[in-house]
């Protein structure tokens, strides 16, 4: 099985005191030719003149109507995609606690430390993303991810020796590969919307369409 992943909100081990609250990771399964249909279809129902859709897109009110079709029962991620939303205050903060038993104080200061602690790229929460996604799925599986630095040969051998059902973790463009920019707009959507419920802005209609692709803890109490 080979399955599309993109992430948004990536800050690298910056957990706190970022331009983002929310990391969050999306994995499709489709086929080329179904992910371009996917994005044929929404470029004839947005009508914008960019080059690249992505998540805003969907997300201005004006779309609204294409924001629920894209996520709804009859849209083209029903039963073929799953989305992982960490809470990088909360993600660290446990962290912390695993460390040190308990946070008596400032996050930021715990960051640096624990950054400056352990190996590189420990605290970056993309790589347990990656191994959640393939357990995620049944059977062999192979990833198509969207290009990140810190996805270096070494740390992907390192994914696959501590997940035996990665068979292969390769690099692309979401330019080049509508499959990755259909779990970007997947990634890119999830992530504003569960910051939008920290900051107290719910959207209880798109919160509800988004619950049954959101695998693990869920931010929401919906």
């Known amino acids: 099985m080979e399955i599309a992943c993109d992430e948004s909100g990536s800050e690298g081990e910056k957990l706190v005191g970022g331009v983002t609250a929310v990391f969050a990771h999306a994995a499709v399964r489709f086929s080329h030719e179904e992910a371009e249909a996917c994005v044929a279809e929404l470029r004839e129902m947005i009508k914008s003149p960019a080059q690249e859709y992505k998540a805003n897109h969907l997300l201005r009110r004006k779309n609204r109507w294409v924001l629920l079709w894209f996520l709804g029962p009859d849209g083209p991620l029903a039963g073929r995609a799953r989305v992982q939303l960490v809470d990088k205050r909360r993600f660290l903060a446990a962290r912390v606690r695993a460390e040190f038993g308990a946070v008596t104080g400032p996050l930021e200061l715990y960051n640096d430390l624990l950054r400056a602690r352990g190996p590189r790229g420990a605290l970056d929460p993309l790589f347990p993303a ?93």
């Open 130 to 222: 990656i191994l959640r996604a393939v357990a995620q799925w049944s059977g062999p599986v192979s990833i198509v991810h969207d290009q990140q630095l810190s996805l270096t040969e070494a740390r992907i051998g390192q994914l696959r020796r501590l997940a035996p059902r990665l068979r292969s973790l390769t690099l692309a463009d979401s330019q080049h590969d509508a499959r990755v920019q259909v779990a970007d707009f997947l990634a890119g959507i999830a992530r504003r919307v569960a910051e939008d419920e920290l900051h107290g802005r719910p959207d209880r209609e798109v919160i509800e369409l988004l619950m049954p692709f959101v695998a693990g803890e869920r931010m929401w109490n919906a």
